[in-house]
């Protein structure tokens, strides 16, 4: 059993996110996709703050509602201190059984920057990694990779759809300028944001 883990901060969760996780759902016949909020993402905290757990993990669940091939995962939340990759791969390995591959999907930007995450050698051990890409960004260098994760080249899968450009950054900043978001997050999501007054102050 094929079982895809899409990670983020999902700050706000967005059309981008769900279509790279159909995308690999479609191209590589997973069973399903799980979607996993980070708790404090190491790489991140020292350089923004992000919404609390309770807002990330709402504005999820309503995106995901309603697609049975999507299932949220609250492994990074429910662990206190910094979230690491390896941590979380090896506790859903655990919970999910030997029977279950797990593929790890990414931005091509973050394919890109894997050597500095903690511990990628242990990483692409734990998991196959597929690429998604992201406007803006080129698409992985394998052989550069490879000299840094020696094996990474054999464990990587590279698709070349979507091309979804949404980020959440930009998402914030329309809202905190008043903005419309439609057409960048589910309906449900959006007025979930409204509703709570969130990015305002950013």
């Known amino acids: 059993m094929d ?3 899409l990670g983020g901060t999902f700050d706000p969760i967005h059309d981008g996110h769900l279509a790279a ?3 690999v ?4 016949g997973l069973a399903e996709v799980l979607f996993v909020p980070a708790g404090q993402p190491w790489l991140k905290t020292q350089l923004q703050s992000i919404l609390p757990a309770e ?3 709402a504005m999820v669940h309503l995106a995901i509602a309603g697609k049975p091939y999507f299932r949220l995962v609250t492994v990074e939340i429910d662990r206190p201190g910094p979230s690491y990759t390896v941590d979380t791969l090896s506790e859903l390995q655990r919970q999910l059984g030997p029977e279950a591959r797990l593929l790890f999907i990414m931005g091509w930007d973050s394919l890109n920057a894997l050597p500095f995450w903690w511990a990628p050698h242990r990483l692409i051990e ?3 990694l597929v690429g998604v890409p992201r406007p803006g960004y080129p698409p992985p260098d394998l052989t550069t990779l490879e000299k840094a994760i020696p094996g990474i080249a ?3 899968i590279l698709l070349d759809e979507p091309r979804v450009d949404i980020s959440a950054t930009d998402i914030r900043k329309r809202v905190a300028q008043g903005l419309p978001i439609s057409g960048l997050v589910p309906a449900a999501v959006a007025r979930y944001i409204a509703e709570h007054r969130l990015y305002l102050d950013k």
């Open 3 to 5: 079982v895809g883990v």
């Open 21 to 23: 996780a159909e995308a």
């Open 25 to 28: 759902i479609v191209h590589l």
């Open 55 to 57: 807002h990330r993990l």
């Open 126 to 128: 734990l998991c196959r």
């Open 154 to 156: 054999t464990n990587v």
